[in-house]
T-cell receptor, first 115, second 114 residues
C-alpha cells in the first residue's frame, strides 16, 4: 500500500504527557500537511511542510505544538504537555508538488485521547 | 471566522434519491473547490473538484454545480446508494501563492436508506 501512512492510529495520554504523531507521505511526495478534526467538526489546517522546511504554520497553536519533516524519515507532529482539549483526530495529507492540482491525499488519521 | 459554510449538517434520503449538499464561501481569492468523502474511522478521500472557470462538473454519479457570482457551490449525488452513506466535506483553497491549504466546511452526514 503506497498510501499516506500514519501511526499510531490510536494514542492515549494523560494530561501533561507528550504525544508524537508520525506521518510517512506517499512515495514521491515531498509536501506534507497536518490537519486536526474535532468531533462533529470539519478539518482545520495546522501546518504545511516540505522536506526540512516549515512553509506555513499559521494554524498551529502558539505553544506546545511543533512539527518537523526531516530530510530522512517521517513527518512528526509533537504535542507537549497535552491537555484534554487536544483530544482529536489528527490527519496528515501529502501532495506530490506545490499543489497546482490541489489534490491532497489523506492518511487514516491518528486519534489522540487525553485522559 | 468560518470561511466555508456547509449545509445541511445531516441528510437522510432513500436509495435512488438525489441528495444535495450546499456550500458558500467568503474569500473571493479561492480558486479551487474540492469535495471529500469520509467514512467512519477513515481519512477523507477526494471525490470531485471544480475550478471557478466552469459552472458544472460531472464524474459518474457525482456532480458539482458552481455559482461564482453567488459564491456558492453544491454537490449532487444521482441515484444514491446505501454505500454512499458517509460524511461529505466541501473545501476551498487558493492555488496561486501561499501554502494552498484547504479550508473545510463542517461536513454533512449523509444516510442513504435501502
Amino acid at each position: 500500500n503506497a498510501g499516506v501512512m500514519q501511526n499510531p492510529r490510536h494514542l492515549v495520554r494523560r494530561r501533561g504527557q507528550e504525544a508524537r504523531l508520525r506521518c510517512s507521505p506517499m512515495k514521491g511526495h515531498s509536501h506534507v500537511y497536518w490537519y486536526r478534526q474535532l468531533p462533529e467538526e470539519g478539518l482545520k489546517f495546522m501546518v504545511y511542510l516540505q522536506k526540512e522546511n516549515i512553509i506555513d504554520e499559521s494554524g498551529m497553536p502558539k505553544e506546545r505544538f511543533s512539527a518537523e519533516f526531516p530530510k530522512e524519515g517521517p513527518s512528526i507532529l509533537r504535542i507537549q504537555q497535552v491537555v484534554r482539549g487536544d483530544s482529536a483526530a489528527y490527519f496528515c495529507a501529502s501532495s506530490p508538488r506545490v499543489p497546482g492540482a490541489g489534490e491532497l491525499f489523506f492518511g487514516e488519521g491518528s486519534r489522540l485521547t487525553v485522559l | 471566522q468560518q470561511q466555508v459554510k456547509q449545509s445541511p449538517q445531516s441528510l437522510i434520503v432513500q436509495k435512488g434519491g438525489i441528495p444535495i449538499i450546499n456550500c458558500a464561501y467568503e474569500n473571493t481569492a479561492f480558486d479551487y473547490f474540492p469535495w471529500y468523502q469520509q467514512f467512519p474511522g477513515k481519512g477523507p478521500a477526494l471525490l470531485i473538484a471544480i475550478r471557478p472557470d466552469v459552472s458544472e462538473k460531472k464524474e459518474g454519479r457525482f456532480t458539482i454545480s458552481f455559482n461564482k457570482s453567488a459564491k456558492q457551490f453544491s454537490l449532487h449525488i444521482m441515484d444514491s446508494q446505501p454505500g454512499d452513506s458517509a460524511t461529505y466535506f466541501c473545501a476551498a483553497s487558493r492555488m496561486k501563492g501561499g501554502s494552498e491549504k484547504l479550508v473545510f466546511g463542517k461536513g454533512t452526514k449523509l444516510t442513504v436508506n435501502p
